[in-house]
């Protein structure tokens, strides 16, 4: 490892599902290597092949709610300890599909789970560990929904949930990011993808590039 080395940057990706983040992660991560940036893509719940198998049982196994929310930070400590953390203090940035902003959306505001034993869970998991920046997708959940139905793929457990609960998981989305500015930065995502990722490239730039 260069012990000299900059730490790295920690980029996360949020959103209702189908709300596109996919394709705009790509794009990112290619922007930043062909700046010459060393760049870890990932996911969450997933990462680690530990987490992988996790995210296999939370997207198609039916489980109590506070035994979904407690596998969801197995999965983020395992990813922590053995991608994120390393690749940042080797220099290396690190791209990733959700992060704790999620669990707060999904579990607390979507299923109603109570905030306060999450903030004692983020502060086990990672303490002192934030994302530099967080692009927040918002966008009606109907369209997103649309979009879901629109891939033909068997949708997962969360994706089964119905209007109510989304519209539940992008208020706590818009809230949290209401609270933290400058951190979480919200994307009008209901536009055409090259817009979306015009504003993006643009954000990445201002915040490390001008
Ligand atoms: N800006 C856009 N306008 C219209 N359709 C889009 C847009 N962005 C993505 N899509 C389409 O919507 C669908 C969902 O997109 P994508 O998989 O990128 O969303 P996602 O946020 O990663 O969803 P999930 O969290 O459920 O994995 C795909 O079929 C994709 O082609
Ligand atoms: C990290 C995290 C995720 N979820 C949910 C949100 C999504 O429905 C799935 C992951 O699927 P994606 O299509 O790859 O986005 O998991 C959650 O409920 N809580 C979390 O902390």
């Known amino acids: 490892m260069n012990q000299t080395s900059a730490r790295g940057r920690f980029i996360t990706f949020e959103g209702i599902d189908g709300a596109g983040k996919s394709s705009q992660i790509e794009a990112v991560v290619s922007v930043l290597r062909e700046r010459g940036i060393a760049v870890e893509q990932s996911r969450e719940p997933g990462g680690t092949p530990l987490g992988e198998r996790l995210r296999d049982l939370l997207l198609h196994e039916p489980m109590h709610l506070e035994t979904e929310a407690m596998l969801m930070f197995a999965a983020r400590r395992e990813h922590v300890a053995r991608l ?16 704790s902003d999620a669990t707060f959306a999904y579990q607390v505001g979507g299923r109603g789970l109570d905030a306060a034993k999450f903030d004692v869970l983020e502060s086990w998991v990672h303490p002192g560990l934030q994302p530099d920046l967080t692009l927040l997708f918002d966008l009606p959940p109907e369209v997103a929904a649309s979009r879901v139905r629109s891939t033909g793929v068997n949708p997962d457990r969360f994706e089964r949930e119905q209007r109510d609960f989304f519209v539940r998981v992008r208020d706590a989305y818009l809230e949290r990011a209401h609270r933290a500015p400058q951190r979480i930065r919200i994307i009008d995502a209901d536009r055409s993808p090259e817009q979306i990722r015009a504003q993006i490239e643009a954000i990445v730039a201002e915040r490390w590039f001008a």
């Open 84 to 99: 994120i953390e390393p690749a940042l203090s080797a220099g290396r940035w690190v791209v990733c599909d959700r992060f």
